[in-house]
Structure formats: structure tokens, C-alpha cells
């Protein structure tokens, strides 16, 4: 069972074959295996998750089952739960509690999923590799020399190795989609406002959306099913966005009449040739089932990574003036004044990521470089989306690799930050764009899996899920056994 | 050689809406510490921003009654400082594209009226409080008042001294009360003035400002401000230069004294917010607005003088705040007879009485129609304007009507003609040289015959029928 999908576990709940508590068991028992190999929970309260099991057990057998009934959902240490701490692996927030669900946490709970533990994360989700953890650095199930991705890649890592079904995470510059691409999963990133951002800890505001990441095209939708939709207490959520058929967008089985966009700068020199081949054979496969590969062109996307780079960290660098010992937090020992106060408690509580991101935000809003700086990196964003309403003319969807490599070893970019920005080279536009995208196992080089990467104009996610589900019922790449942890 | 002086002012004005700018907490001033605070407007991680669109509107009312442009796009933005009553590390304003600009308000001055600037007015929110008095080297945070919304209402230099910039601030005081959109109480910080101000010599560029802050009644404001125009003018004249600084005045020494140099000032590091969208106001919404508009100060003043036939002395008094013009309005609602009799004994009798024992007319122990039944007897020649203040006198401490105690004291006045008679004759047969001093030409002593028949009436009688009918009877 611990391989299956989220959908067959789902009919088999249904169909009385099995039990959420002993679902739950299931991958309770995965997770105590082989969690110190891979470092892919940072908290988990087994008595908590089976009580969570036996709930919806109950409620099955008096009310019925709902949308995600009994379903095991890890969920990524940014958002705010209730129970047990929220972290955002940071040193900062080491006994941080609290007093609330983020909104697609409720929205979880209300469709009935079993929340199986908080997932290891790059601080505050700044990185590319689930290195920059306080917690200690997590590890691809394919190949524990490598990274998982990241940020989001402990939840990425528990989906491949199959210690959870599928997990949430968030998405601020790839942080789904990339992870997603290393470790041959699928992640979905939905248009910016479709999901609640109340309750995940921000790091760049106008960018941040959080969405599923599961083994399957249609896993991910049964759960962005469950978590999308306006809330009222987050302004940035649209309260009249086009609603998605979720599950019926992933009935496709051929993709007829689909105009697939090929953006060249996303085919770059210093790509990993195995990558460009297996998405060379991506696109030749979706040809096959009937689209039409369009050459187009995002001109500006050369520029997308240094205006990311100026915007995130302006807005993380006030998104994380909140942590500043006063009220909650690490505070710390004996501190001379206000300012000793301030100073030592942020300096013990951050991480070298997390405070270069600070100074580089700081540096960049500063007065006499504001203009150059963030204005600039604005008007850049501008022509970006401008990009994509253009080629959106031209196509239906777009189709990239999610990643100019595969996993790299651990510890190979932590020195240069620059390398590991480019990590995101492929992924940092959407969110500049605010729009949807999701990657999806396309291939292996040398053992080692690859993203393609789908990108639709906003509010459609369901041309993704189109075209996402018919290449995956065309091949067998979501079915490559992994060589961790016992079989399918 | 001659100064000029130049002021601007910035004045914070909390809006008085139920609920705080971003969340659902209560505004209500007094509470124990920390108890109206909830997970946004304690900065807690992930928590975000839902606009008060009550307070929104309240800031366009504002802008709508000082004659500016009401921007229907505005925008937020973050101000980034470090303060541990400000949880989040930054306020929530509006910096390039304010929702209220390009104002004025027109103030009394000596020779008539000027009109003072108002460049914007914009939506922000406020911080908390910090205490550090009485106690031992900790200080404690209340953040209560975290998110309280606040406009922010920003002048043109355009005050040339300390009289215009009280003016300006009164007005704008009067203004806010008039419009119900602040409490405006100075006392529990709900309006609040920093004051910018430089002297130069006439016709030459501006000099350098320095702000004055913590400026928390009109007495300080004005002592503040001529005490920063006198030192700024010594020290230039004694070879030295103004530098551009922020100054906290001490209300109890009298003096100010720099809190923060040029080269202290804060970066604020003001960036779009990205929580929230820009806000949008149709023109429908904003012309919905204008019709919800209240009378104005100077509107009412001059409809109470054209409709009431008030003087402008008392059609200002009774216009000062909505309060006492309701109240003078109801008055006459139900005395509608003689409304300047109504003005004459709101504005010199009841306000005098008022004032005198500190109570507001909101809290006035004789309501409009108890009043109203005063003046009925005064009309009517029941009783003398001198007798009626007595019986008010009594009403300001007795819930009883002005007829109950006219009759409880026997303060009924004489008004028929017999027996205002016998007591004229009989002040005539006891004053027989003063009769004839009166007929042989003496017209002066009708004044002791007026006085004589009042004492022997204990005061009641009619004084106009006295006076009536003794020039009657003395005639012979």
C-alpha cells in the first residue's frame, strides 16, 4: 500500500477494504523506519495522528466520507497548525505554537484528511535544497548523497519515499515544482489568489501560494479541490475566481487540438543535456497524442531571477521584522537594552540564508536605492507577465523543464549562493506572473528523476490538469520504482 | 530685521469606527491591557490584513468636508521601523497614493479668513503603547490600541505663527467632531499634532525645519511652537544655524529638546504593502458619501443666523460643537415662538450654569423642552426674566418642570391691573413729596415709584404693567 496513490487508497477506504487508522499505520510505520535516513518530518505525534485516524473512521461510519476522508496529508512546516509547533524550520521560532489552523489546514481537517506531521523545509523557505534547515538538512529518497529540492523538500522527499500519500507545500520562486522535478513527483503551484495565504508564515507576499504535492496529476487536484476557494480574511484571495472541474480536468487521455508553447529561453546553453532530452521527449510524446508544439518566446525571462531576487527579499525582509523577541519567538539570554535585545536574539535565531535575504531586502528598499532596485525589478515583473499574456495569444499552455538539472549532491552549492539561485532559473517567472504551473515526472538521468514543467494563463488550472493527466496516462514514469524503502 | 514664520502641521486622528483598521478587535479606549488583541493586530506569523472599510469611508467623509480630490484608486504601503509597540515591524500607510488630497480649510484670523492647504489626508494604523514609569527596569506593552485606525492629516506651511496654527487645529478639531468620524478626545490621544516649523527672512527660500512631536493640547501646541520659532530666530541671529532634527517638547519645563539629528532619522524603507489590493471607491460610493454628508460648522452658523435670526456671536456659540446645535435646535423645537429668546437663554443662562459646575451639554440636567416650558411662562407673563432665573436655578438641581416650582414658590407673577392699583396707591399715599416732585416735572423719580410698588409686591408684580400703570395714575 505505502506506494499507492492517493485515489486508490481513497476507493479502498470507500470500498470497506481498509481503515484511516490503518492507513495511518501504515505510513506511521514508514515514517519511524526510514525518517532518519531521510529527515523528511521535522515533528510528528503518532498518538495525535491515529486519534485523528479513529475520528474519521467514526465519522465515516455515521456521516459518510468526505472529500478526503481518512486520507493521510503531510503538510509542510510554514503552515500554522494548532497542533503540535510550527517552526518554519528556524531556529527563531524553536518553540513557537500556534494559536490557529492556517486556512487550508481548516480546510483539510473539514474534508476530513489526517494530518500526519509537519515536513523539514529551508528556513523560512529560503533555499532551493532543504539545506538551509534549522533542523538539519533533508535527502532525496532516489539517491540520499542528493538534495530533495526545495524548499518544500521534506514534503517532496516523504511522497517519493512514500512515508505520506501527499503533502502540501508552498510556492514562492519553485519551491513546489522544483523539489517536485527532483524527486519525481508531481507539484502543483495554482494561480496566485486561488489559495488562502492566512495562516502560512509569509516570505515574499505578492509571490507565496501554497498547493499540493502528490504521486499523481490527480491526486494533487483532489487536494487543490480541497484548499482553494475565497477567504475572506485574506484580501490577496479572489472572491470571484473562475472555479476549476478539478477532478473532471483529469480525464484526458489525449491532448487533440492543445497548442503547446516551447519557449526558447527556456532551452538554454549550460542546461544538463540529459534533462533537455527527456523533455525534448516529453514534447515529442505530447505530439504523438495530438498537440501542437508552438516555438515561442518569453523575452524577459533572462531577467525574471535578479528581479525575483530584488522583490522576495524586500518583502521578506519586512515580513520578518515581526520576529523581533518582543512577543513571541527566541529571545536572548540577558539582554543589555532594546537594541542588544533586537540584535542577538535575530542574530542566534536566523540562519546565514535567511539573514542574507534580510540585508539584501533591507539593502535594496533602502532610501537612494529604491529606484534602481525595487522599482526596477517591478517594471521587470511587468514585462514578464506582459510575456505570457503575449505568448498565451499564441498557445494554450506552455511547457519547460522545471529544472536545468537534476539533484545535485548535498553540499555542493551551499558556498555559492548565486549557483543555487539559478536552481529556480525555470520556475521564479510564474511566480512573478502569478501564474499557475505544475511539474510532473517526465524522465530520468542517470537514475535521477526530471520535471517538466506546465505553465497556464491564470485561473487555468485546468488546461494543466488537461495536459498533465494525458502525458501521464501515456507513460509510466509516475509508476519508475524508487530503490528506497521496500517496494510497492 | 524682520522674520517670517513657517509652519506645517501633521495631525494623527483616530477614526472613531467600532473595530480596528485590519481585524475584528475592539477600538474602545480604557481597557485592560492587551485584551482587544487578536492574532493580526499582534503581528503573529502568517496573519493578514482585511481592510475596515468603515474607516475608509470615514477618511473620504473627511476629505469630502475639507474640499479635496478624493483618489478612487489608493494605495498602501509598509513604513519599516523597529519599536516593541509596533508588532509587526512596520505600520501599515499610504505613501505616494493617499486616498485624500489637495485640500484646504478656511480659519478665523485677525482680519478676516486665509485659507491653509491641506496636501492629503491618508489611512494608516497605530501602534501600541509602551510604559517604562514606576517600573523596575522592564518596560511593559499594551496593544490594545495596535491597529486602531488613524488618518494622517497633512498641511501646507501655511501658518505664519502660533495663533494660525491653534486656528487651523480648532477648526480641524470642530471639523472631525462636526463629521462624527473621531472621538477627537486630546487627552486619550485620539488627535495628535507634530508641528513643522522654520523661520526665514522675508522673500527668501525656506529655512530649515525642525518637527516638534508630542504636542498633546492646544496650550502646549502654541507655548511649543513660540518656543521653537524664538529659538531658532536666537540662534540664527547669534551666528548659528538651524539643523534639520526632530524635537520632543516638555510640557512641564516649557522647553523642547532634540530627540533625533538629520543623520538619526529613520529609513523607513516604505514599500508597497502586498497584503492588501489597492483600494477602490466607485464615484457613486464617493457621491453616496457626500450625501450622508452632516451640516458643516459654517453652514450651520449661517442658517442659524438667516433661519433664527441669531447674532453671529451666539450663532457661533451654539455651532461650536453638533451637540449644542441639536440641542439649541430642539429647544426650539419646542419653543418655537422666539428663537432668540431660546439662543439668549441657552447661550447666557443654561451654558453659563453648565460651564460653571463642568458639565457637558450632552449630560445638561434640564433637557430642551424642561427649558422650553421656562420660556412658555416668561412669554406668557407668568413670570419676570428675573424670577425665571431662579426657577432655572432650581431646575438645574430638581427634576421638577418650571411650573411645579413658579407655584411651589409662589413666584406667580401679578398681572392684574386692580391689584397692581391698590399697591400703586398705596406706594403713592405713603410717598405724597415725591407724587408732587413727579407732577411739578420730576419725571426721573417714575424710576423710585417702579422700585417702591416691586418691593411691596415681594417682586411679582408685572414690571411692565407697573410701569404702564403708574404713568397713568401719577398723571392724577
Known sequence: MPFSTLSDIQSRLDAGQTTAVAVAKTYLDRIAAFNGDLNAFVDIDPAHVLEQAEASDAYRAKHGARALEGLPIAVKDIFCTQDGPTRCCSNILKDFHAPYDAHVITRLKEAGAVLVGKTNMDEFAMGSSTETSAFGPCRNPWDLERIPGGSSGGSASAVAAALAPAALGTDTGGSIRQPASVCGITGLKPTYGRVSRRGIIAFASSLDQAGPMARTVKDAAMIAAAISGHDSMDSTSVPDAPAVDWLGACDKTDMKGLRIGKPKEYFVDGMDAGVRAAIDAALAECAALGAEIVDISLPHTDAAVAAYYVIAPSEASANLSRYDAVRFGHRCENPEDLLDMYTRSRDEGFGAEVKRRILTGTFALSSGYYDAYYIKAQQVRTLIRQDFIDAFEQVDVIATPTSPITAFKLGEKTDDPLTMYLSDIFTIAINLAGLPGMSQPCGFVEGLPVGLQWIAPAWREDLILNAASAYEAATDWVKTPINFGGEA | ?476
Open chain 2, 1 to 476: 530685521m524682520s522674520w517670517e514664520v513657517v509652519i506645517g502641521l501633521e495631525v494623527h486622528v483616530q477614526v472613531n469606527t467600532k473595530t480596528k483598521q485590519f481585524c475584528g478587535c475592539s477600538t474602545q479606549f480604557g481597557a485592560e491591557p492587551n485584551t482587544q488583541t487578536c492574532p493580526v493586530c499582534l503581528g503573529m506569523p502568517g496573519q493578514l490584513p482585511v481592510l475596515n472599510m468603515e474607516a475608509a469611508r470615514k477618511t473620504v467623509l473627511t476629505g469630502l468636508a475639507i474640499n479635496a480630490d478624493i483618489n478612487l484608486v489608493s494605495k498602501f504601503d509598509r513604513k519599516n521601523y523597529f519599536y516593541p509597540d509596533l508588532p509587526k515591524g512596520y505600520q501599515i500607510t499610504q505613501f505616494p497614493l493617499p486616498i485624500v488630497e489637495h485640500g484646504y480649510l478656511d480659519i478665523p484670523v485677525k482680519d478676516g479668513e486665509k485659507r491653509i492647504g491641506i496636501t492629503r489626508i491618508h489611512m494608516e494604523e497605530d501602534a501600541g503603547k509602551s510604559m517604562h514609569e514606576g517600573l523596575d527596569g522592564v518596560s511593559h506593552i499594551d496593544l490594545n490600541r495596535s491597529g486602531v485606525p488613524l488618518m494622517e492629516i497633512v498641511s501646507e506651511p501655511d501658518m505664519a505663527d502660533a495663533d494660525e496654527a491653534i486656528a487651523y487645529l480648532k477648526q480641524l478639531h470642530q471639523l472631525v467632531c462636526f463629521l462624527d468620524v473621531s472621538g477627537a478626545n486630546m487627552e486619550k490621544g485620539q488627535f495628535r499634532c507634530d508641528a513643522n516649523v522654520s523661520v526665514r527672512r522675508p522673500g527668501e527660500p525656506l529655512g530649515t525645519r525642525a518637527e516638534l512631536k508630542n504636542l498633546n493640547s492646544f496650550r502646549f501646541i502654541k507655548q511649543a511652537i513660540e518656543y521653537e520659532v524664538n529659538r531658532q530666530i536666537e540662534l540664527i541671529e547669534d551666528g548659528g544655524e538651524v539643523v534639520q532634527e526632530t524635537r520632543l517638547f516638555d510640557s512641564a519645563k516649557g522647553e523642547s529638546r532634540s530627540m533625533r539629528g538629520k543623520e538619526e532619522a529613520h529609513d523607513y524603507r516604505y514599500f508597497p504593502e502586498p497584503d492588501l489590493p489597492p483600494l477602490r471607491f466607485t464615484q457613486a460610493e464617493v457621491d453616496a458619501i457626500r450625501a450622508g454628508m452632516p451640516e458643516l460648522p459654517g453652514q450651520l452658523r449661517k442658517r442659524f443666523e438667516t433661519e433664527y435670526g441669531l447674532s453671529p456671536y451666539d450663532a457661533d456659540v451654539l455651532t461650536q460643537t453638533r451637540d449644542l446645535a441639536a440641542w439649541y435646535e430642539a429647544l426650539v423645537a419646542a419653543h418655537p415662538a422666539d428663537p432668540k429668546r431660546c439662543a439668549n437663554w441657552m447661550a447666557n443662562e443654561l451654558l453659563g450654569r453648565l460651564k460653571e459646575s463642568g458639565t457637558d451639554i450632552a449630560e445638561s440636567p434640564v433637557s430642551p423642552q424642561r427649558l422650553a416650558g421656562l420660556l412658555e411662562r416668561i412669554a406668557d407673563n407668568t413670570i419676570s426674566g428675573k424670577a425665571a432665573k431662579d426657577v432655572l436655578d432650581a431646575m438645574m438641581t430638581s427634576e421638577d418642570d418650571a411650573d411645579a416650582i413658579i407655584d411651589a414658590r409662589g413666584l406667580k407673577q401679578v398681572s392684574d391691573s386692580g391689584a397692581i392699583d391698590a399697591i400703586i396707591e398705596e406706594v403713592m399715599a405713603a410717598n405724597p413729596a415725591q407724587v408732587e416732585g413727579y407732577r411739578g416735572g420730576k419725571e426721573k423719580l417714575l424710576g423710585f415709584f417702579v422700585g417702591q410698588v416691586m418691593k411691596a409686591s415681594r417682586g411679582k408684580a408685572n414690571p411692565g404693567m407697573v410701569n404702564q400703570r403708574l404713568k397713568a395714575l401719577l398723571k392724577g
